[in-house]
Nanobody, 124 residues
Framework: QVRLVESGGGSVQAGGSLKLSCAASGVLFSWHSMAWFRQAPGKEREGVALIDGDGRIDYADSLKGRFTISRDNPKNTLYLQMNSLKPEDNGMYYC??????????????????WGQGTQVTVSS
C-alpha cells in the first residue's frame, strides 16, 4: 500500500521561505517519478515540479527560479524548497507518485498516488 505524507506547510509573510517534505512508503521510491502539485480554493490542481527517477527535473514555467524540487532516495523522501513566496502561492500542496504518462506530468490525471496535502498560507 502506497502512503505519501506531506509536512512542512505553514503560514509565512510574502518573501519568506518554506521547505515541504513528503515521506513515501510502499513504493519503489528511487525508480518512480515524483511531483509536487498545488490547489488553490476554487481552482484546479496544478503541477508545480517534477523529478523523474533518473533525476530529470521540470517546473511549472511560472515558478522557475523560486522553487526547487529534490529527492533523497535512501530516505524515501521528496522535498520542495520554496523561496520568495507570494500570496498567489497560497494553497494546499500535494505530493504525487508514479507517473502515468511519459508525455505529460502537470495534471492530476498524470499520477497514480497522492498524499493528503499540507497547507501553505502566504500573507502580504
Amino acid at each position: 500500500q502506497v502512503r505519501l505524507v506531506e509536512s512542512g506547510g505553514g503560514s509565512v509573510q510574502a518573501g519568506g521561505s518554506l521547505k515541504l517534505s513528503c515521506a513515501a512508503s510502499g513504493v519503489l521510491f528511487s525508480w518512480h517519478s515524483m511531483a509536487w502539485f498545488r490547489q488553490a480554493p476554487g481552482k484546479e490542481r496544478e503541477g508545480v515540479a517534477l523529478i523523474d527517477g533518473d533525476g530529470r527535473i521540470d517546473y511549472a514555467d511560472s515558478l522557475k527560479g523560486r522553487f526547487t524540487i529534490s529527492r533523497d532516495n535512501p530516505k524515501n523522501t521528496l522535498y520542495l524548497q520554496m523561496n520568495s513566496l507570494k500570496p498567489e502561492d497560497n494553497g494546499m500542496y500535494y505530493c504525487a507518485a508514479v507517473r502515468l504518462s511519459s508525455s505529460s506530468w502537470s495534471t492530476s490525471s498524470d499520477f497514480r498516488h497522492w498524499g493528503q496535502g499540507t497547507q501553505v498560507t502566504v500573507s502580504s
